[in-house]
T-cell receptor, first 114, second 108 residues
Framework: EAQVTQNPRYLITVTGKKLTVTCSQN?????MSWYRQDPGLGLRQIYY???????DKGDVPEGYKVSRKEKRNFPLILESPSPNQTSLYFC?????????????FGPGTRLTVT | AQRVTQPEKLLSVFKGAPVELKCNYS??????LFWYVQYSRQRLQLLLR??SRESIKGFTADLNKGETSFHLKKPFAQEEDSAMYYC??????????FGAGTRLFVKA
């Protein structure tokens, strides 16, 4: 089944403890992206990647890192999480983005930082 | 600044009534616009894209460059249309900007 998967789905952690949220897609998409969703703010883009080894900042990249070493994987890294990073995170992928491109979303990861 | 505005956080209509979810954008380039929908306990999924000018589930959306709008419309709302709707803008540099979303509630 063609899909985007994220792990873990739920995570509670403490301030300063490094964590990684994985994202994987099996559709051979070039484009991948991370978003955070907060009440009243909608989805805000954190980072995106047009292809392997190519990443760009979205609107809210501070406090996050990403890497794209393989086409199918796009992990989100929080080196030193803080409570303001408590949020619902979505990963998405797309074959092409301009015009026709549809983004396929993962199920979301709910992160709580205490 | 690049921005997508959805002025209504909540829209409540009766079944069979027309519905319009507003979306306005701010972007100096040529916009690529999309509507995404999130039903309860489901993933965010594409509803419409402006370039294809299609009608999905009875919804349509027309890009009005003069008014910088991409409003979503449906002539007769159904209960199953109740969901969260997001308007999204993709820039020439492939950055994606979402609006804050509008929750549509269709009453029986």
């Amino acid at each position: 089944e063609a899909q985007v998967t994220q792990n873990p789905r739920y995570l509670i952690t403490v301030t300063g403890k490094k964590l990684t949220v994985t994202c994987s897609q099996n559709m051979n998409h070039e484009y991948m992206s991370w978003y955070r969703q907060d009440p009243g703010l909608g989805l805000r883009q954190i980072y995106y990647s047009m292809n392997v080894e190519v990443t760009d900042k979205g609107d809210v990249p501070e406090g996050y890192k990403v890497s794209r070493k393989e086409k199918r994987n796009f992990p989100l890294i929080l080196e030193s999480p803080s409570p303001n990073q408590t949020s619902l995170y979505f990963c998405a992928s797309s074959p092409i983005l301009a015009g026709e491109g549809e983004q396929y979303f993962g199920p979301g990861t709910r992160l709580t930082v205490t | 600044a690049q921005r997508v505005t959805q002025p209504e956080k909540l829209l409540s209509v009766f079944k069979g009534a027309p519905v319009e979810l507003k979306c306005n954008y701010s972007y100096s380039g040529s916009p690529e616009l999309f509507w995404y929908v999130q039903y309860s306990r489901q993933r965010l999924q594409l509803l419409l894209r402006h370039i294809s000018r299609e009608s999905i589930k009875g919804f349509t959306a027309d890009l009005n460059k003069g008014e910088t709008s991409f409003h979503l419309k449906k002539p007769f709302a159904q209960e199953e249309d109740s969901a969260m709707y997001y308007c999204a803008l993709v820039t020439g540099g492939f950055k994606t900007i979402f609006g804050a979303g509008t929750r549509l509630f269709v009453k029986a």
